[in-house]
């Protein structure tokens, strides 16, 4: 058993470190506050070959591990967790094509992103739709040469800058989740109207948005795996993208812990740093281990991946225990700030406030536990 990074990814973290020092972290703020996309930043990840992690070599990709995407999301929400889900966004409306495609789809669809700058969304959630996925009302219908897909999404990231779409829908609602579909959709395809920007109260650089289908065209061969076999495919494409979303968190708490420990230091109350009082140092001390538990967690789920063994337990518990970490270590690290943590001057209020998606995207906390409670009872 080994916890040593290999050389490689010393390197691949090392290079990721310094983009998110001199590409992110002084935008991050601003940023924020005017709800910018930061598609600059974007093309620049792209360029250095940190966004769409998943494709694999023969489509142009670098062929990253699941460990070194995580060594990448980690870095990168460090800097910022809502640019961070921007990145993220493209790997998992991809993800679906690589683990389900043919050869034909892959070349079709993943090669373009490796040519050239392209975003993607992934449309999983609906409007009353979101943990329960198997009830899903977007239909998928049958028009002969080409699949009709009429019904809304919701909370779609990257959506109004996306250039394609991976949808699930469903061929017959009262199947229920073996109804489940999914097909890629060109962004330009007729019948596709973008909602408003949301105002969220997080990850403010990230752009999301409600999608309405009506009377869409694809053709067949834009279905992923057979009509009824969606479920698999999200189910799997989930079991890659929880790690990643967990790794985000555990760059999230690390960046909150560092700056925790750098105020406390230098904050003097009753003539010492506040880091001398035992309060605070236990608090420190908590968030430490919080942070390196969740970064174990979120490593074991990758590698597991790497190693081609199934890993839905150990990704929930990645993601659940790193994403209620994180939001743990926001709120302390505001707490050691004090009145000032309140404030927009210093980053810990953006980082309690990007902490608190984390718990409910790609699977709410309590949706991780009763997928670790059915995985207990089905051994």
């Known amino acids: 058993m080994n916890f040593e990074l290999t050389s490689e990814q010393k390197e691949i973290r090392n290079m990721v470190s310094k983009f998110v020092k001199n590409e992110i972290i002084p935008v991050a703020g601003e940023y924020d506050e005017h ?50 889900t921007s990145f993220m966004a493209n790997d998992l409306a991809l993800l679906p094509i690589a683990i389900a495609g043919t050869h034909e789809q892959k070349e079709k669809f993943l090669k373009p992103f490796t040519q ?35 019904g809304e999404k919701m909370w779609i990231t990257n959506a109004g800058h996306a250039d394609l779409f991976v949808l699930y829908g469903t061929i017959d609602p009262e199947l229920k989740h073996k109804g489940i579909s999914a097909v890629v959709i060109p962004a330009d395809t007729e019948g596709i109207h973008l909602g408003k920007k949301e105002d969220k ?71 010492v740093s506040i880091a001398k009082h035992q ?39 990645a993601k659940a225990f790193a994403a209620d970490s994180c939001m743990q270590i926001a709120t302390d690290a505001v707490q050691i700030y004090g009145g000032y943590g309140y404030s927009k001057e210093y980053p810990v209020e953006k980082i309690m406030r990007d902490a608190k998606l984390i718990q409910i995207y790609e699977g709410t906390s309590q949706i991780q536990r009763l997928v670790i409670a059915r995985e207990l009872l089905n051994k």
């Open 279 to 317: 309060g605070v140092s236990f608090m420190l001390a908590d968030m430490a281990m919080k942070v390196e538990a969740s970064r174990l967690l979120t490593y074991k789920a990758a590698s597991l991946l790497d190693a081609g063994q199934r890993n839905t337990e150990i990704a929930s518990y």
């Open 35 to 84: 709800g910018i996309f930061p598609k600059e930043q974007f093309k620049k990840a792209w360029e250095l070959g940190l966004i769409n992690t998943c494709i694999a070599p023969e489509y142009g990709g670098a062929g990253f591990s699941e460990v070194e995407s995580v060594i990448i999301g980690e870095e990168v929400a460090y800097g910022c967790m809502g640019i961070n």
């Open 201 to 271: 109260m997080g990850h403010r650089s990230s752009d999301t948005r409600g999608i309405r289908f009506e009377n869409v065209k694809v053709p067949k061969d834009h279905m992923l795996g057979a009509p009824g076999e969606g479920w698999s495919i999200a189910m799997k494409t989930l079991d890659h993208s929880r790690p990643l979303v967990a790794a985000s968190a555990v760059g999230g708490a690390k960046r909150a812990l560092d700056e925790s420990v750098k105020y406390s230091k230098e904050r003097k109350q009753f003539g």
């Open 116 to 150: 050239r700058f392209k975003i993607a969304s992934f449309c999983l959630t609906e409007p009353s739709n979101g943990s329960d996925a198997a009830g899903i009302k977007t239909t998928i219908k049958d028009g002969g040469d080409h699949w009709i897909i009429n």
